[in-house]
């Protein structure tokens, strides 16, 4: 009879093991579960009262093992396109052209119906911007004789005595 225990096969199920101890969810994995339900709600996928009662579930699960039931019946989020990009230098430039030359073409539009509507009106407003140019041209022109090697740099300073634009020794 010891031969025929010898020969018996060894017992088909392995001894009970304990099964490992459940992990702790962190606060990690309850966002990234919360943020796929709240992705789910956005995409229609969930009621409001569902979402309300998964995330409620979410932030109340201790283990890890609470977590994947959440969103088990849910479909993966598409895949997301590639990060924008920030537009380079030259499509800048082009947008600061557009909106230069959209403004220039307003104005322009703008000041022919003016120009139709009233033009004498618009007659005085350039005789009076012909005057200010003519006035600030002549102004500007009476005092280029002054500054270093011009008439005014050395002599009499209108009153309060002599002066001297030049302080170097020559």
Not at 21 to 26: C, E, Q
Request: glycine share 10%; proline share 9%.
């Amino acid at each position: 009879m010891t031969l025929l225990r010898e020969t018996l096969p060894p017992d088909p199920l392995p001894p009970l093991r304990e099964p490992p101890p459940r992990m702790r969810a962190s606060d990690a994995d309850r966002e990234a579960v919360v943020r796929t339900l709240l992705d789910a709600l956005a995409r229609g996928l969930l009621t409001l009262d569902e979402g309300d009662e998964r995330v409620a579930a979410a932030y109340a699960a201790r283990y890890q093992d609470e977590l994947p039931r959440l969103t088990a019946d849910l479909p993966p989020a598409p895949a997301a396109a590639s990060a924008p990009v920030a537009p380079g230098w030259r499509a800048l430039a082009l947008l600061a052209w557009l909106q230069v030359r959209t403004a220039l073409i307003g104005l322009w539009r703008a000041t022919r119906r003016v120009v139709r509507a009233r033009p004498r009106l618009v007659v005085a407003v350039l005789a009076v911007l012909a005057l200010l140019f003519l006035i600030a041209g002549t102004a500007r022109g009476a005092g280029a004789g002054e500054g270093y090697g011009g008439h005014g740099s050395y002599g009499w300073d209108g009153g309060h005595g002599w002066h001297d634009h030049h302080h170097g020794d020559d």
